[in-house]
């Protein structure tokens, strides 16, 4: 097929609108993405390139660094236990949200306030929250007869106080699930209720399925984020005790910016492209037998 | 009418022309300085000397800026740097010059000196121009210095029997007076602990030179951070952790804060080892804390020491105005500047010609810090010097903590941090 003049006219007067974003692409994502590929076989100080090693980074990644073996660990820890548990309470939140009650809009502000504080602000609210001796968390458990751990100065315990803080910004996604229950034809729930339907069985079986492909995106999203986990660490434990939130972000960027070895954190960014890639792969995959699409037959 | 107009922009012009010319006849070189020194009273002494330099000639103007970063975080510079925008002049933590020069963030300032015919190790303390040093070359020049010493209450050796004016001085001595000092509220609870030696200044270099080890081979360029003497001093303070309850300890010490809620100042704690700086502090937050400063206790048989680190100005990579930058670095780091800043910071000057200015401190305390400088150790001058500082780091975390013994976790210190240093040789 050939393009007629009037087509090929259309197509170059529509590059050049897009041509800022498409020149802007190029230059600070395209073009970051393979230096960075470049990078991640060479020794580089991120000044000077000192040598080439081929693939030298990635087997020394995997096969020596006993570090980067436990900030991976660390990160799988994390994303392990957050994903599931960041979706049970945003869903709980956004059933409870859904509730017919007259002042339900003000507490819909209130579970979302959370999240319009910036990470670093509330890192160091959390801080407070949960000092082993002064910390209002300590304080009401003491009040039940349990003796509170020392939540982020243990090693046994910081991985896991990392993981119920993100729980703080649950809110947000606890929005999007509110949104998505809201969606949900309400023909179904009254077909359901002449049926005689539990509430249990018409969340199982007609909240859950329609709600389905949100879900999916909430688990992509968080399984990237966990992944990513830093700012939280970097700010409330530096990576300690012990390294025990050594996460495997933050160990890059020590790598990039206190050690000068940009090469070998090139190197373990792409390793963790490649590792989110397939986790999404593997995600998006098994997700067919779970997600239903509306007007799709099954 | 049309002439009229045209005359008149053409006197504008010839105006314009003739102002801005005259503004480039007077205008000096700008030399750019950034720190990350953000608090006070350093960002104000530092304001100070910038000010006294520009006063002090008609060549060049600095102007200061303050940048994130930390000791050992220089992102900021090393960006800027790699996108040609860094500054003249740069205030970098002094013991990771060699790391900065190896790569290649900072500027080879020994022409400079040669053709200024100036010979720094004649007027530098010589750890400081030492740690400025890399391969023969000087990277940096030294600007303040700091040195470490033990703080104790006089309050509560009074409370628990001891001379007020003895401070231990050597560790089994402290150790008997850590467990006087120590009160109990029940099993895992404390009321005042002692000491905690990893508190404050009580690295891992503080214990390893108390107990008479080195870190550092020069001549066979090898680390040694796993010989007997620095295992010995690793195994001490996980002796400490398991006696006291390293859970307990924890517990107690999640709970120090800063300022007014610092635990030395608060009598949580009775001794501490740390630095000069901490003097101000206690000046500030806790004028009526009755305290002493003693040396830091060391194993019998090894000599006083203590450690000393502090800050140098370096001229990065691409920077615009070298000449400028190392004249501002110069005047910064020369008398007017070090006695603006020791005066303003009480940090200690790294200049020979002011170990004697006593006259500088209002405090009678800085006395004992400066005295110990003459005996100061550093710590070794090494383009893997930070890589080295987080490893040991760990190290000490997981003895204290009961995951590896001493000598495993020194000798996994090595084995990560020599094949990085080796690729510099």
Same mark, same amino acid.
């Given at each position: 097929?050939?393009?007629?003049?009037?087509?090929?006219?259309?197509?170059?007067?529509?590059l050049?609108?897009?041509?800022?974003?498409?020149?802007?692409f190029?230059?600070?994502?395209?073009?970051?993405?393979l230096?960075?590929?470049?990078?991640?076989?060479?020794?580089f100080?991120?000044?000077?390139?000192?040598?080439f090693?081929?693939f030298?980074?990635?087997?020394?990644?995997?096969?020596?660094d006993?570090?980067f073996?436990?900030?991976?660990?660390?990160?799988?820890?994390?994303?392990?236990?957050?994903?599931?548990?960041?979706?049970?309470?945003a869903?709980?939140l956004?059933?409870?949200?859904n509730?017919?009650?007259?002042?339900?809009?003000?507490?819909?502000?209130?579970?979302?306030?959370?999240?319009?504080?910036?990470?670093f602000?509330?890192?160091f609210?959390?801080?407070w929250l949960?000092?082993s001796e002064?910390?209002?968390v300590n304080?009401?458990?003491?009040?039940v007869?349990?003796?509170?751990?020392?939540?982020?100065?243990?090693?046994?315990?910081?991985k896991?106080?990392?993981?119920?803080?993100?729980?703080?910004?649950?809110?947000?996604?606890?929005?999007i699930?509110?949104?998505?229950?809201?969606?949900?034809?309400?023909?179904?729930y009254?077909?359901?209720d002449l049926?005689?339907?539990?509430?249990?069985?018409?969340?199982?079986?007609?909240?859950l399925?329609?709600i389905?492909p949100?879900?999916l995106?909430?688990?992509i999203?968080?399984?990237f984020?966990?992944f990513?986990?830093?700012?939280?660490?970097?700010i409330?434990?530096?990576?300690?005790?012990?390294n025990?939130?050594?996460?495997y972000?933050?160990?890059?960027?020590r790598?990039?910016?206190?050690?000068?070895?940009?090469?070998?954190?090139?190197?373990?960014?792409?390793?963790?492209?490649?590792l989110?890639?397939?986790?999404?792969?593997?995600?998006?995959?098994?997700?067919?037998?779970?997600?239903?699409?509306?007007?799709?037959?099954r | 009418?049309?002439?009229r107009?045209?005359?008149?922009?053409v006197?504008c012009l010839?105006?314009?022309?003739?102002?801005?010319?005259a503004?480039?006849?007077v205008?000096?070189?700008?030399?750019?300085?950034?720190?990350?020194?953000?608090?006070?009273?350093?960002?104000q002494?530092?304001e100070?000397?910038?000010?006294?330099?520009?006063?002090?000639?008609?060549?060049?103007?600095?102007?200061?800026?303050?940048?994130?970063g930390?000791?050992?975080?220089?992102?900021k510079?090393?960006?800027?740097?790699?996108?040609?925008t860094?500054?003249?002049?740069?205030l970098i933590?002094?013991?990771?010059?060699?790391q900065? /020069?190896?790569?290649?963030?900072?500027?080879?300032?020994?022409? &400079?000196?040669?053709?200024? =015919?100036?010979?720094? $190790? @004649?007027? !530098?303390?010589?750890?400081?121009?030492?740690?400025?040093?890399?391969?023969?070359?000087?990277?940096?020049?030294?600007?303040?210095?700091d040195?470490?010493?033990?703080?104790?209450?006089?309050?509560?050796?009074?409370?628990?029997?001891l001379?007020?004016?003895?401070?231990?001085?050597t560790?089994?001595?402290?150790e008997?007076?850590m467990?006087?000092?120590?009160?109990?509220?029940?099993?895992?609870?404390?009321?005042?602990i002692?000491?905690?030696?990893?508190?404050?200044?009580?690295?891992?270099?503080?214990?390893?030179w108390?107990?008479?080890?080195?870190?550092?081979?020069?001549?066979?360029r090898?680390?040694t951070v796993?010989?007997?003497?620095?295992?010995?001093s690793?195994a001490?303070?996980?002796?400490? /952790?398991?006696?006291?309850?390293?859970?307990?300890?924890?517990? &107690?010490?999640?709970?120090? =804060?800063?300022?007014? $809620? @610092?635990? !030395?100042?608060?009598?949580?704690?009775?001794?501490?080892?740390?630095?000069?700086?901490?003097?101000?502090g206690?000046?500030?937050?806790?004028p009526?804390?009755?305290?002493?400063?003693?040396?830091?206790?060391?194993?019998?048989?090894?000599?006083?020491?203590?450690?000393?680190?502090?800050?140098?100005?370096?001229v990065?990579?691409?920077?615009?105005?070298?000449?400028?930058g190392?004249?501002?670095?110069?005047?910064?780091?020369?008398p007017?500047?070090?006695?603006?800043?020791t005066?303003?910071?009480?940090?200690?000057?790294?200049?020979k010609?002011?170990?004697?200015?006593?006259?500088l401190?209002?405090?009678?305390y800085?006395?004992?810090?400066?005295?110990?400088?003459?005996?100061?150790?550093?710590?070794? /001058?090494?383009?893997?010097?930070?890589?080295?500082?987080?490893?040991?780091?760990?190290?000490?975390?997981?003895?204290?903590?009961?995951?590896?013994?001493?000598?495993?976790?020194?000798?996994?210190?090595?084995?990560?941090?020599?094949?990085?240093?080796?690729?510099?040789?």
């Amino acid at each position: 097929m050939k393009w007629t003049k009037q087509e090929i006219r259309t197509i170059l007067t529509g590059l050049a609108f897009a041509s800022p974003w498409l020149v802007g692409f190029a230059i600070f994502t395209v073009y970051p993405i393979l230096a960075s590929l470049y990078y991640s076989l060479t020794e580089f100080t991120g000044l000077d390139v000192t040598a080439f090693v081929g693939f030298g980074n990635y087997i020394d990644m995997i096969t020596k660094d006993e570090l980067f073996h436990k900030s991976l660990y660390n990160t799988l820890y994390y994303l392990v236990l957050a994903v599931p548990l960041g979706f049970v309470v945003a869903m709980a939140l956004a059933l409870a949200l859904n509730l017919k009650i007259k002042e339900i809009s003000f507490y819909r502000t209130c579970v979302y306030i959370p999240n319009i504080v910036p990470a670093f602000a509330s890192s160091f609210i959390w801080l407070w929250l949960l000092n082993s001796e002064y910390g209002l968390v300590n304080l009401l458990l003491e009040q039940v007869g349990i003796w509170g751990p020392a939540w982020v100065s243990d090693p046994k315990w910081a991985k896991f106080s990392i993981v119920l803080m993100a729980q703080w910004g649950a809110g947000g996604s606890a929005m999007i699930f509110l949104a998505s229950l809201q969606d949900v034809p309400r023909s179904l729930y009254e077909v359901a209720d002449l049926d005689g339907a539990t509430s249990w069985v018409k969340f199982r079986y007609i909240t859950l399925p329609m709600i389905s492909p949100v879900i999916l995106f909430h688990v992509i999203m968080a399984l990237f984020g966990a992944f990513q986990v830093f700012t939280p660490a970097y700010i409330m434990t530096a990576g300690g005790p012990a390294n025990s939130t050594l996460f495997y972000v933050l160990y890059l960027y020590r790598n990039a910016f206190n050690y000068g070895k940009m090469g070998y954190a090139s190197a373990m960014a792409w390793l963790l492209f490649i590792l989110a890639l397939i986790t999404t792969l593997i995600v998006m995959k098994t997700s067919a037998r779970f997600v239903y699409y509306q007007g799709e037959e099954r | 009418m049309k002439g009229r107009w045209t005359g008149r922009l053409v006197l504008c012009l010839a105006i314009l022309m003739v102002v801005s010319l005259a503004g480039v006849a007077v205008a000096r070189e700008k030399v750019t300085f950034w720190t990350s020194h953000s608090g006070t009273p350093d960002r104000q002494a530092l304001e100070l000397i910038c000010q006294r330099f520009n006063e002090s000639q008609d060549k060049y103007e600095v102007e200061m800026t303050i940048v994130p970063g930390s000791e050992t975080d220089i992102a900021k510079l090393m960006t800027a740097v790699a996108a040609g925008t860094g500054p003249d002049v740069y205030l970098i933590d002094r013991f990771t010059t060699a790391q900065r /020069a190896v790569a290649g963030a900072l500027t080879d300032l020994t022409p &400079f000196i040669e053709r200024a =015919g100036w010979r720094p $190790q @004649d007027d !530098f303390l010589e750890f400081a121009i030492e740690e400025s040093t890399w391969s023969g070359k000087i990277y940096s020049l030294p600007f303040d210095t700091d040195t470490r010493g033990l703080y104790y209450r006089k309050a509560d050796f009074r409370d628990a029997g001891l001379d007020p004016e003895a401070p231990p001085a050597t560790i089994d001595e402290l150790e008997q007076v850590m467990a006087k000092l120590t009160k109990r509220i029940s099993e895992r609870r404390f009321e005042r602990i002692g000491l905690i030696p990893w508190l404050g200044q009580g690295w891992h270099y503080t214990w390893g030179w108390a107990f008479g080890g080195e870190f550092y081979d020069y001549d066979a360029r090898k680390l040694t951070v796993n010989e007997p003497r620095i295992v010995e001093s690793f195994a001490w303070q996980q002796k400490i /952790a398991e006696e006291y309850g390293i859970a307990a300890i924890q517990g &107690f010490a999640s709970a120090f =804060g800063s300022e007014a $809620q @610092d635990p !030395f100042i608060s009598g949580k704690i009775s001794m501490i080892v740390d630095g000069d700086w901490k003097i101000a502090g206690l000046e500030r937050f806790g004028p009526d804390v009755e305290y002493g400063v003693g040396r830091i206790p060391v194993k019998a048989g090894v000599g006083p020491t203590t450690w000393a680190g502090g800050w140098a100005m370096a001229v990065p990579r691409g920077s615009k105005n070298p000449e400028g930058g190392f004249e501002f670095a110069r005047f910064a780091t020369g008398p007017v500047g070090q006695e603006i800043y020791t005066r303003d910071t009480a940090h200690l000057p790294t200049l020979k010609a002011m170990l004697e200015r006593k006259d500088l401190f209002e405090d009678s305390y800085h006395e004992v810090f400066l005295d110990m400088l003459p005996f100061a150790r550093s710590r070794p /001058a090494l383009p893997v010097g930070a890589l080295l500082w987080d490893e040991l780091t760990s190290a000490r975390d997981y003895v204290i903590n009961g995951d590896k013994t001493p000598q495993q976790a020194l000798d996994d210190v090595v084995s990560r941090v020599q094949p990085e240093l080796d690729k510099n040789f």
